[in-house]
Every structure is written in C-alpha cells, then in structure tokens.
C-alpha cells in the first residue's frame, strides 16, 4: 500500500519536475523566437503558421512520391529548398552531411524534408542528386517540386525572414505549423543548434501530451 501511494505520488509531480528541466534547459534560456508575421487577439498573440504546404506533393508525370506532413508523424520537422545548383554544392550542406557520414545517430530521428525544383530537362540529375541525402536515412525525405513554381513555394517559410536567410537555410517548424528557427547547413555551430533546437521542442511537446494524460487520470 505504501508503495503504491508512492509511485502514485511520483506520478503526479514527474509533470511539474519535466517542466522544471525544460525551464532551467539551454535553450529555454535563450527564449526560442516566432519568426513570421504577428497578430494581436485581445491581450494574446497570434504567431505565424506556415500550413500544410506539402500535402498531396507530388509529379505524377515523374512518378514521384507522396508525403503528408501531419502532425502525428510530423510533430515537430525541418525542411529546406534548395536549388539544383545547390544540390550538388556539398558545401551548401556539408553539416548535414557530416552528420549523415560520422554522427548519423545524432539525427536519425528528425524529420528533415529537402525540396528540390525539376524542370523537365535535368530531372534525372536533380533527382539523383536529392536521392543520395535519403540512402539508408529514412527520416530524410527528398521531395520535388516543378521548377516554374518553386519561388512561390518557399515564400511561405520566409514570410517577413531575418536578412540572412535564403535558400538552403534549414527551417524548424513546431506542432503549431510556427516557425521557431533559421539554420545554415554550411556551418557546424548553426547545425548544432538546429538539432538542440529540435529536441527542446520535442521535450516540450512531450510535456504537453503527460500534462493531459494527468489531467485525464485526476478525473
């Protein structure tokens, strides 16, 4: 009996503990920014959300695959649009490859969707090119978009962007579809932090998801 108040003791402050840590983490420290237009609803704000741009992706006339970008296997992603050119600029993501030959572990559980236009002409180079980030990396997913649209795509995820920001910047997106962070795959210290980034909102949703189970079980 002693044993089972306890644990259900423990159960009841591992919430208040889990967002203790989250609270006294690096990043928290650091106040993780919305980036994007803001609005005002009374005393609340309402931040940017970038909407689910890629459901339905595809070109059928390639016979590309689909991806939905939902939120229960999507909670939290990364994705970058990166130009033909770029593709095969290794330097452009030399941090993504390091991390994809040496510290694969590091990343294998983040979602990271790269976009790639095909203009009908270098389509087997481009997606060669994309294919080769995927190999043995299920949680990379190369997606291709026509050529003649491809400006208008990412204008979405650089709505009212910081100077810097440009093609082939990697894009942090939360549940929320809120654009909480801009990082340049070419330097290591900006991956670092996309990934520290990515697990303090991922921590963050987890807190959420236990709160609610609390709140379930106290009923």
């Known amino acids: 009996m002693k044993y089972k108040k306890l644990i259900i003791l423990l159960i009841l402050l591992f919430p208040a503990c889990f967002k203790l840590i989250l609270d006294f983490a690096t990043v928290n420290s650091k106040k993780l920014p919305y980036y994007g237009p803001k609005k005002l609803n009374g005393q609340d704000t309402l931040y940017y959300q970038v909407g689910s741009v890629f459901q339905g992706l595809s070109n059928d006339s390639l016979g590309l695959k689909t991806i939905n970008l939902d939120t229960v296997n999507f909670p939290v992603y990364v994705v970058s649009f990166i130009k033909q050119s770029y593709a095969k600029d290794n330097y452009r993501l030399a941090s993504l490859s390091e991390y994809i ?34 190999i043995d990396n299920p949680n990379i997913h190369s997606l291709y978009w026509n050529n003649r649209s491809f400006d208008s795509l990412n204008v979405s995820y650089f709505k009212e962007k910081p100077t810097h920001v440009d093609y082939s910047t990697f894009v942090l997106i939360d549940k929320k579809r809120n654009i909480r962070g801009y990082y340049d795959a070419r330097y290591a210290d900006d991956f670092k ?26 009923r």
């Open 101 to 134: 030959q040496f510290k694969k572990d590091k990343i294998k559980y983040i979602p990271i969707v790269i976009v790639s236009p095909c203009d009908g002409t270098g389509d087997a180079a481009c997606l060669r090119d994309l294919e080769k980030l995927s």
């Open 193 to 218: 932090r996309l990934i520290e980034e990515y697990q303090y909102l991922r921590m963050k949703e987890e807190q959420i998801q236990i709160m609610n189970n609390t709140k379930i079980e106290k």
